[in-house]
C-alpha cells in the first residue's frame, strides 16, 4: 500500500492531507475522508487506509490548514467554529480537497465520494449541497442542519445519514427538517439509526458522557458496514 502525505491549497492557506492506496498502476474510485473537530488525525488517516485496503483511493483532508488539531476541547472548538460560523468558507475549503483529489493520477475522476465523522459529517453533505459532482456522501454522527443563508443548488449524490438516536448535537426535529431537505430536493437518500447511541459511536477514543460522544462498538461495526455497501452501490453501478 501506498501512503504518503499530500500537500494541498485554498488559496493561499497550506493544506496537508493523506493518501492511500493500492499502487498497481490502475485508476481507482476515490473517496474523501473528513476528518472529525480534532483535524486531520490518526483516525482520518487510519479510514483512508481502511478504504485503500478496501480498493479505493483514500484522501484524508485537513480542514483547519497546515495539519492543525486540537488536543483540548476548548482547541477544537476554537479550530471548528470559524468554519461553522462560516458555511460558505466550509464550502470553498471541502470543494478545494476534491479539486486536489481529481488530480492524482491514480483516480478515476468519474467515481468519487465522501465519507466524514462528527462535524465532517457536515462537510460532506454541504459538499454534496454545493452540486459537486460526486456520486456520494456519507456522514457519521454528523451535524445535519443545512446553513439557513445559503442556497443549495441541485445535489448530484445520493446521501447516507448513520445517526445515534440518542445524540445529543443532532435534535429529533433536526432529523426530521434533514429528512424533509433530502426529499424535496428529489435526493435518493437514506439515514440508519442506532438507538441506544449517542454522538461519535465510531470513535474508540469517544468516552465523553459530559459532551455524549461514547463509543458503540456494534454501532461502529454496523455502520462501516452500511458504508461499505453503500460505496459498493456507488462504484460498481457507475
Known sequence: MYTANFSYQHGEQELNGYLAYIDDGKKRPAVLVVHDWTGRNEFACNKAKMLAEMGYVGFAVDMYGNGRVGNTTEEKIALMQPLLDDRLLLRARISSALDALITIAEVDDTRIAAIGFCFGGLCVLDLARTGASILGAVSFHGLLAAPDNLPSNKIKSKILALHGYDDPMVSPEQVNDFCQEM??????????????????????????????????????????????????????DN
Open 183 to 236: 426529499t424535496k430536493s428529489s435526493v435518493d437518500w437514506q439515514i440508519h439509526m442506532y438507538g441506544n447511541t449517542k454522538h461519535g459511536f465510531s470513535n474508540p477514543e469517544a468516552h465523553d458522557k459530559v459532551l455524549g460522544t461514547i463509543y458503540n462498538p456494534s454501532a461502529e461495526r454496523r455502520s462501516l458496514q452500511a458504508m461499505s455497501n453503500f460505496l459498493e452501490e456507488l462504484f460498481v
